[in-house]
Structures are given as C-alpha cells and as structure tokens.
C-alpha cells in the first residue's frame, strides 16, 4: 500500500517558535508538495521539489522554507511561527507518468 | 491564471438522492481533471480524474465527464450513501508540471 507519511497529526507550538514538519514517501517519486487547507480557501500551494536539492516557491512561500536531501523526505520549516500559520498542512506526492497525487493524513498546526 | 471554482456548500442530502457538484474551470493550456474527496480527519485521495476532453472518469458510482465547450466537470452520483459523507474538491494539473490547483471544497452530508 503506497504511503505518505507526515510526522505529527496535530502540534502546538508558539509565537517565534522554528517549526519543522516532515513529510516521506514510499513511492519513488520525484515530484513532492505542501500545501496549506484553511476553511473556504481550499488548498493553496507553498512549496514543491521536483528532485533532491531542488526546490521552487509555490503561491504562499513567505515565512515558509523547504529542505529536499533525500528524494523520500521533503521539508516544510516555518523559520519563526506566527498565528497566521496556524492551519492543516498537507503533504503530497504525485507520480510523474500518471499525475496522481497522494496525499499524507495532515499536520494540524497551531500557533499561540 | 489557472482556477478552479466549485460550488459553495455544504450540501446536504437524504440517503439514495442523486448528487450534483458543479466544478467549472479556466486554463491556458489542455489540463487534466480530477476530484478528491477527504474524509474526517484524513487527507486527500483520488476519486476519479480525466486526461482530455469528452473523457469520463468513474469510481464507486461517481461519475465526471471532461467538457471542453463548457470548460466544466461536474461531480454525479445516482444515489449517495451516509458513507460519501465527506469534503469533495475539484482540482486541475497542467499536463507535466504536477502542481494543481484546487477548488474551494464541497462538503457533503448524507442523512440517513
């Protein structure tokens, strides 16, 4: 069963805090996303790698950077959380032939 | 640029009604459709998608035909189950990029 796994389901963290979400596929994709889902918005693009080492900012890349070492693992930091980050954050992979993405469960965020 | 709109919900039907989501779309380019659907508390996953025009996906009942002319893809199913009780999002790729764009979300609640 093809997996994306994110490492925390929920986290609290506060104000000014560096935030790291992981995210890792077991599909041998190249192609990895972060998204962030916030009520009437839908999901919006932050960041996404099409290889190692590679990253490209997506439509809301301000206070957000990614990391991209190895091609499982794929990165989302929040330099200095604010309270405009609080939010689900998803993770994705999407296979390069088929299009199809495959989501992880979700991160829910909060910042105090 | 490229956008998604769908209608606003929630919807809330009866159990064995027919469902209609309408997903309307703008793009430059030949983009590929999908619907994902997201259950309570999980991430996204695949329902169905279509790679070109007058292409109709289908899975579990669920039915989208690809409508170039109208630039639409809407989402039907003949009779829902208290089971299909979940968030709906529409959503293009352009062909080799791998980033998509999402529509808002539909949530739908079947009664029984």
């Known amino acids: 069963d093809v997996k994306v796994t994110q490492s925390s389901r929920y986290l609290v963290k506060r104000t000014g805090e560096k935030v790291f979400l992981e995210c890792v596929q077991d599909?041998?994709?190249?192609?990895m996303f972060w998204y962030r889902q916030d009520p009437g918005l839908g999901l919006r693009l932050i960041y996404f790698s099409y290889d190692v080492k590679m990253k490209e900012k997506g439509d809301i890349p301000e206070g957000y950077s990614v990391s991209r070492e190895k091609k499982e693992r794929f990165s989302l930091i929040l330099e200095s959380a604010s309270t405009n980050q609080t939010s689900m954050y998803l993770c994705?992979?999407?296979?390069?032939?088929?299009?199809?993405?495959?989501f992880g469960q979700g991160t829910r965020l909060t910042v105090v | 640029g490229d956008s998604v709109t769908q209608m606003e919900g929630p919807v809330t039907l009866s159990e064995e009604a027919f469902l209609t989501i309408n997903c309307t779309y703008t793009?430059?380019?030949?983009?590929?459709l999908f619907w994902y659907v997201q259950y309570p508390g999980e991430g996204l996953q695949l329902l169905l998608k279509?790679?070109?025009?007058?292409d109709k996906g289908s899975n579990k009942g669920f039915e989208a035909t690809y409508r170039k002319e109208t630039t639409s893809f809407h989402l039907e199913k003949g009779s829902v189950q208290v089971s299909d009780s979940a968030v709906y999002f529409c959503?293009?790729?352009?062909?080799?990029?791998?980033?998509?764009?999402f529509g808002t979300g539909t949530r739908l609640k079947v009664l029984a």
């Open positions: 279509a790679t070109k025009a007058d």
């Open positions: 793009a430059t380019g030949y983009p590929s």
């Open positions: 959503a293009l790729s352009e062909t080799g990029t791998y980033k998509y764009i």
């Open positions: 994705a992979s999407v296979h390069s032939k088929t299009g199809e993405a495959f």
């Open positions: 599909m041998d994709h190249e192609n």
